[in-house]
């Protein structure tokens, strides 16, 4: 079994609607993310959150909300979608910072088209 | 804004050949880091470099750092067309509280 798991691998959907992708991880670490990817502009990190009581903005949050239910769950939700929030999304996880950032460990993403 | 900027956008190479990737970044770090991504999947991570270190190596991997250039290398040698990838550098920043992630360099190894 992977070790972080999002869920749904590929979603297709109007805009208009809300949407909900969740990642849940079995690795114990704390600190959880969410990114998107662009073709040619790498990754950007919408939210993060260090801990289950701890939500904080990325570069790119707007028209995103996000929440941490569990130390391992760890949700991404769009409330009312638009088409220039169509992307591959991935969710990553890390041990807390020791030092300089860990690693961090991703999932396999989720890409969603909004027409 | 990206901290990190990876050259060459694109590299294609023959199998057995290295490739080397290079990285440049703005601010002040304490590591930095080195990600794979096969097509269609997550990233994952290669290599971690601290600020102390010059040099790293990891079986076929080889990442140099040089923080007066604020820019690091990675050199795959002996490339495998199983290498043919997407490789991203990323630095945490002053803070060391989150990753900036370049735009990546795509190389394609033929066999």
């Known amino acids: 079994d992977a070790d972080v798991t999002q869920t749904p691998r590929n979603r297709i959907t109007k805009t208009g609607k809300r949407i909900m992708l969740e990642c849940s991880q079995t690795?114990?670490?704390?600190?959880m993310y969410w990114y998107r990817q662009d073709p040619g502009l790498g990754l950007r990190l919408i939210y993060y959150s260090f801990d289950v009581k701890d939500i904080n903005k990325g570069e790119i949050s707007d028209g995103y909300s996000v929440s941490r239910q569990a130390q391992a769950k760890f949700s991404l939700s769009l409330e009312s979608a638009i088409p220039n929030q169509t992307a591959l999304y991935f969710c990553?996880?890390?041990?807390?910072?020791?030092?300089?950032?860990?690693?961090?460990?991703f999932g396999d993403g989720t890409r969603l088209s909004i027409l | 804004s990206q901290q990190g900027e990876e050259d060459p956008q694109a590299l294609s190479i023959q199998e057995g050949e290295n490739a080397t990737m290079n990285c440049s970044y703005k601010?002040?770090?304490?590591?930095l880091q080195w990600y794979r991504q096969n097509s269609g999947r997550g990233l994952v991570h290669l290599i971690l470099?601290?600020?102390?270190?010059r040099e790293k190596h990891s079986g076929r991997l080889r990442v140099t750092l040089d923080t007066s250039k604020k820019s690091s290398s990675l050199l795959i040698t002996a490339s495998r067309a199983a290498d043919t990838a997407s490789y991203f550098c990323?630095?945490?920043?002053?803070?060391?509280?989150?990753?900036?992630f370049g735009a990546g360099t795509i190389l394609r190894v033929k066999s």
């Open positions: 690795k114990g670490h704390d600190r």
């Open positions: 990323a630095t945490d920043g002053e803070y060391g509280n989150k990753l900036v």
């Open positions: 990553a996880t890390s041990d807390r910072t020791l030092g300089g950032h860990q690693p961090q460990h």
């Open positions: 601010t002040s770090i304490n590591n």
């Open positions: 470099i601290r600020s102390n270190e």
